[in-house]
T-cell receptor, first 116, second 111 residues
Framework: ETGVTQTPRHLVMGMTNKKSLKCEQH?????MYWYKQSAKKPLELMFV???????ENNSVPSRFSPECPNSSHLFLHLHTLQPEDSALYLC???????????????FGEGSWLTVV | EDKVVQSPLSLVVHEGDTVTLNCSYE??????LLWYKQEKKAPTFLFML????IEKKSGRLSSILDKKELFSILNITATQTGDSAVYLC???????????FGTGTSLTVIP
């Protein structure tokens, strides 16, 4: 139990479907993240929210749409995905911007997404 | 461009061997370096390093940071099959919300 919970753990969706991934953190953190993990590639940062405000959007296609209603919850809405979007999607949280060095990022278990 | 490079990409050793995993980085405004272990689930936190030359140790695992040469190593002594995993290195940089990850080192420990 890492304090970051993701649902669903596995998702299979067609290219015309609309689905959402959900993330909840119980650590009192202020920053939440979506990462994409594909085989043989580094973790790719998709979105960062700090105090509910989006601070990073790394050129992610619009078929991925994040939503952060509060500091504890983060969603990733999926629409008209492509097969190459199949990957492990990891949610994470951290304390957020701080004047102190040393900020640990904690991950959820991940959502395995397969687009068919 | 900020980047984190890990080596080797993969490693196969026998139980009882000692391994050294490497992580080098080039980032703006370094804040900390973190090591994670990832089996077939979420990466789990191992160490956070902020100061050069101070070894962090947890059981058979230890890590050290060299901020002058911009690298860190993760040592695992007396390896066990349960150490088989991907080991990820991440660097926190910038204002504190930016974490850059390497591709990971895949370690396989065979009996």
């Amino acid at each position: 139990e890492t304090g970051v919970t993701q649902t669903p753990r596995h998702l299979v969706m067609g290219m015309t479907n609309k689905k959402s991934l959900k993330c909840e953190q119980h650590l009192g953190h202020n920053a939440m993240y979506w990462y994409k993990q594909s085989a043989k590639k580094p973790l790719e940062l998709m979105f960062v929210y700090n105090f509910k405000e989006q601070t990073e959007n790394n050129s992610v296609p619009s078929r991925f749409s994040p939503e952060c209603p509060n500091s504890s919850h983060l969603f990733l809405h999926l629409h008209t995905l492509q097969p190459e979007d199949s990957a492990l999607y990891l949610c994470a949280s951290s304390q957020g911007q701080t004047i102190y060095s040393g900020n640990t990022i904690y991950f959820g278990e991940g959502s395995w997404l397969t687009v068919v | 461009e900020d980047k984190v490079v890990q080596s080797p990409l993969s490693l196969v050793v026998h139980e009882g061997d000692t391994v050294t995993l490497n992580c080098s980085y080039e980032v703006t405004n370094f804040r900390s370096l973190l090591w994670y272990k990832q089996e077939k689930k979420a990466p789990t936190f191992l160490f956070m390093l902020t100061s050069s030359g101070i070894e962090k140790k947890s059981g058979r695992l230890s890590s050290i940071l060299d901020k002058k040469e911009l690298f860190s190593i993760l040592n695992i002594t007396a390896t066990q099959t349960g150490d088989s995993a991907v080991y990820l290195c991440a660097v926190e940089a910038g204002t504190g919300n930016q974490f850059y990850f390497g591709t990971g080192t895949s370690l396989t420990v065979i009996p």
